[in-house]
């Protein structure tokens, strides 16, 4: 069973900072935050990852929570591109990427 | 560098037929995943494979096999095959197996069981 809970849906305006939420209050103290997003019927996309320091790179900032259950995707500045469904994985022991749900983000005009 | 390869993009079986789909991973990827998502039970997963060796494998029947090639190249299997196993089938590769090696997926195979 996934080991996230992610808002169904969210909607934002396009420019604008997208912010998608994600609680992990059983995450382990090895076991990694990851991001994906997957376009309607394409292969999920890598988006970033993080053990418990925020993390940076081209496409998105992740926020943990010093307590680790609990974390947040940023898109500093949503395009209609980026409508996708979100998807956060707490990868575990193992190695294998356990999908939610996942939520679906529609950035409007 | 070319990312994750799936072939055949597409494909079409019947009942009882058998599958087999192959995938390409990223240069100098030496771990390969297999998962299957359908609109019902959305994205789970189905074994990795790491140097020739299966590491782990998802609560899938046996019908549901795959193997790695020394060149990392990886193929899975589906014998007989059911309605149910309509789906997108996608694959991924990841440098190592470690927690924090990002796993790289392919475009996917959509096999349609008629």
């Known amino acids: 069973d996934a080991k996230t809970t992610q808002p169904p849906s969210m909607d934002c305006a396009e420019g604008r900072a997208a912010n998608l939420p994600c609680n992990h209050s059983t995450i382990s103290g090895n076991e990694y935050v990851y991001w994906y997003r997957q376009i309607h019927s394409q292969g999920p996309q890598y988006i970033i990852h993080g053990l418990k320091n925020n993390e940076t790179n081209e496409m998105a900032s992740l926020i943990i929570t010093e307590d680790r259950k609990s974390s947040t995707l940023i898109l500093p500045h949503a395009t209609l591109r980026d409508t996708a469904v979100y998807y956060c994985?707490?990868?575990?022991?193992?190695?294998?990427?356990?999908f939610g749900q996942g939520t679906e983000l529609s950035v409007k005009p | 560098k070319a990312g994750v390869t799936q072939t055949p993009r597409y494909l079409i079986k019947t009942r009882g037929q058998q599958v087999t789909l192959s995938c390409s991973p990223i240069s100098g990827h030496r771990s390969v995943s297999w998962y299957q998502q359908t609109p019902g039970q959305g994205l789970q997963f189905l074994f990795e494979y790491f140097s020739e060796t299966q590491r782990n494998k998802g609560n899938f029947p046996g019908r549901f096999s795959g193997r790695q090639f020394s060149n990392s190249r990886s193929e899975m299997n589906v014998s007989t095959l059911e309605l149910g196993d309509s789906a997108l089938y996608l694959c991924?590769?990841?440098?190592?197996?470690?927690?924090?090696?990002?796993?790289?997926f392919g475009p996917g195979t959509r096999l349609t069981v008629l």
């Open positions: 994985i707490v990868r575990v022991a193992g190695g294998k990427l356990i």
């Open positions: 991924a590769s990841s440098a190592g197996t470690s927690l924090q090696y990002e796993q790289f």
